[in-house]
């Protein structure tokens, strides 16, 4: 009884902070006042809202993999540093994350702008004649994303790392594997769970982004959230509404397929070896 007791807290908080915004989220899109799909059938009808809804998708799905390929290696490394070194490593990851994301958008337009430092190099080493446009583009946002992406999935896979009972390692080389076999055949399947959990986390973060499109971001990339946020500006609530139970509807059934097809694939390695 007394467990239970201690669960309400944490039930009324969810319900505060979460089941109570989306319930009115839905009321919004769906009654206007009476019931209708008017607004899922703008949404469906136009092409330019499809556009952006795609665009979203692959926005966050090239975040996501961009992370997973640069932040799993970069956990790896610090993991396999003597236990001495890992807190000062993971301070530098850390550090960032303490800075605002606005600032951050800011630095990279001051960074990729036309007098920004990159150009500034390529021109002093002769690579260009002149300045190179690498704000409000595709890859800007690109860039801006990853770079604020990359501590979550670093820090996700590195609390992952660390549980792998090292000597599993060791005893794959005594038995004649060589590290390379033995990362493979132990460290990756072991360390898996936790690299698709970070990467599901920084998709679902991306499907929600909308500071650094807006900033650094040409016409052409624009995300639902950003269309979302327009929609607000002008008070079209039951709009907006409908686009977010859109967002909300494709990143759940997005993160349980995914899921899923995590899990039988945990399975599977654990039953292999």
Request: glycine share 6%.
């Amino acid at each position: 009884m007394r467990k239970r007791l201690t669960l309400i807290p944490g039930i009324v908080l969810i319900a505060v902070m979460f089941l109570i915004p989306v319930g009115i989220v839905f009321q919004q899109g769906l009654f206007d006042p009476v019931f209708t799909m008017d607004h899922f059938e703008r949404f469906a009808t136009r092409g330019a809202y499809m556009r952006i809804f795609w665009n979203t998708l692959q926005v966050s799905a090239v975040v996501s993999l961009a992370c997973l390929l640069i932040g799993y290696p970069i956990a790896y490394f610090i993991v396999r540093q003597p236990p001495n070194r890992r807190p000062f490593l993971m301070f530098l990851v850390l550090v960032p994350m303490w800075m605002s994301i606005l600032a951050r958008t800011y630095a990279w337009m001051v960074v990729l702008g036309k007098e920004g430092i990159i150009n500034q190099i390529l021109m002093a080493l002769g690579f260009v004649d002149e300045p190179v446009k690498m704000l409000f583009t595709t890859g800007a946002v690109y860039v801006g994303m990853v770079q604020i992406m990359l501590p979550i999935l670093i820090v996700t896979c590195f609390s992952s790392m660390t549980e792998i009972d090292q000597s599993l390692l060791r005893a794959a080389r005594i038995m004649g594997a060589s590290p390379r076999k033995a990362f493979r055949e132990v460290f990756l399947p072991l360390s898996a769970e936790g690299a698709i959990t970070g990467t599901l986390i920084v998709f679902i973060l991306s499907m929600g982004f909308f500071i650094v499109p807006a900033l650094i971001g040409g016409r052409k990339d624009v995300l639902m959230a950003n269309v979302i946020s327009s929609q607000v500006s002008q008070t079209n609530w039951g709009f907006a509404a409908a686009l977010a139970i859109v967002l909300l509807v494709a990143t759940l059934l997005i993160l349980t397929v995914v899921r899923g097809l995590s899990t039988r694939l945990v399975h599977h390695n654990e039953e292999a070896h």
